[in-house]
């Protein structure tokens, strides 16, 4: 435990929680709601108890709560106070709060309240596009930045994992309702980053296809097999950090697994973004997207 981030500055938490450094030392001066410990040099620093603190009274004022009220609670009636919260009726500005601060306290009851409100009024599409995708990437950010620690993210990270699962398992219990294509989902060797494809993954079940998602670091050879079983496959990459030489790799599976046009190989990911920024010139039958709305498209 000893590379967890146990102490925060006050940008830290103004990352964390939306609200600016100038307010947070305004609520410490008029209301006391933070105590942080000064350097020698008098620089504000925070443990985890005063960051979990501010997201908590982020969250309360995000919700109607003034500071003034707020600052008359003891920690126990804050947290009590969210944990009571409904957001039914919260935007989903509030509700990535929420996440975030389910994510810090590593709250898993309050993360599945928060899903399961929002589902009262959306679809699961348009809380993973509206709410999962930006907390990822907020999550990432922050991770990179040393605010958050690894163990943060892989918890938020396992939730929706969990979501996804459940959704994919209602679609997968279907038949598929259209036969002209196969998708074929896949990772390529050393890739890991696996929600990207567990996404797409549902999303293409939903349009009615047949899926078979074989997973993260997969071999290039281990899909000869796949690319002869049927007349029309897709295979379906979603590229976050691998392959390293990305060019190279698609004129190679274009050669080994693809030569005679019976199948496509559609790519999604940071690294199919940098493909189509670059005005990189594909192999046939090879299509790089920006994102998942624009692949649904072409389905």
């Keep these: 435990m000893g590379n967890i981030k146990q102490n925060f500055s006050i940008k830290d ?8 450094a100038h307010t947070i030392r305004m609520w410490e001066k008029r209301y006391g709601v933070l105590e942080p410990e000064r350097t020698e040099t008098n620089i504000r620093n925070y443990g985890v108890t005063g960051l979990q603190k501010i997201l908590n009274i ?8 003034k500071i003034s009220r707020i600052s008359k609670l003891d920690d126990e009636e804050i947290s009590d106070l969210v944990q009571s919260i409904t957001t039914s009726k919260s935007n989903y500005s509030r509700a990535l709060k929420s996440m975030k601060v389910a994510m810090m306290n590593f709250d898993q009851p309050l993360f599945l309240r928060t899903y399961e409100n929002l589902l009262i ?14 907390l990822m990437i907020e999550t990432g950010t922050l991770w990179q930045a040393g605010t958050i620690t690894p163990a943060h993210e892989q918890f938020i990270s396992n939730l929706i ?15 598929a309702s259209k036969t002209d294509k196969v998708f ?8 890991i980053h ?24 997969l071999p290039m050879q281990d899909l000869t097999y796949l690319s002869t079983l049927y007349q029309n496959t897709i295979f379906v990459s979603y590229l976050t950090v691998k392959p390293d030489h990305i060019e ?46 624009e692949l649904t498209l072409n389905l």
């Design 13 to 20: 938490l103004e990352s964390l929680s939306g609200i600016k």
């Design 121 to 134: 009024n959306k679809t699961f599409s348009e809380i993973y596009e509206d709410v999962f995708i930006p």
């Design 194 to 217: 696996d929600i990207g494809l567990y996404y797409t993954n549902y999303e293409i079940l939903s349009h009615g296809y047949k899926v078979i998602f074989l997973g993260q670091s």
């Design 184 to 191: 074929v989902l896949f990772l390529p060797d050393e890739e």
């Design 58 to 65: 982020a969250f309360l004022n995000e919700n109607g709560y």
């Design 248 to 293: 190279q790799y698609l004129i190679d599976f274009k050669e080994h697994i693809c030569p005679d046009g019976r199948c496509e190989y559609w790519l999604l990911g940071r690294k199919s973004i940098e493909l189509i920024e670059n005005n990189t010139k594909l192999p046939e039958g090879i299509r790089a997207f920006r994102d998942i709305s």
């Design 161 to 175: 994992k969990q979501k996804l699962f459940i959704n994919i398992e209602k679609l997968q219990k279907e038949n």
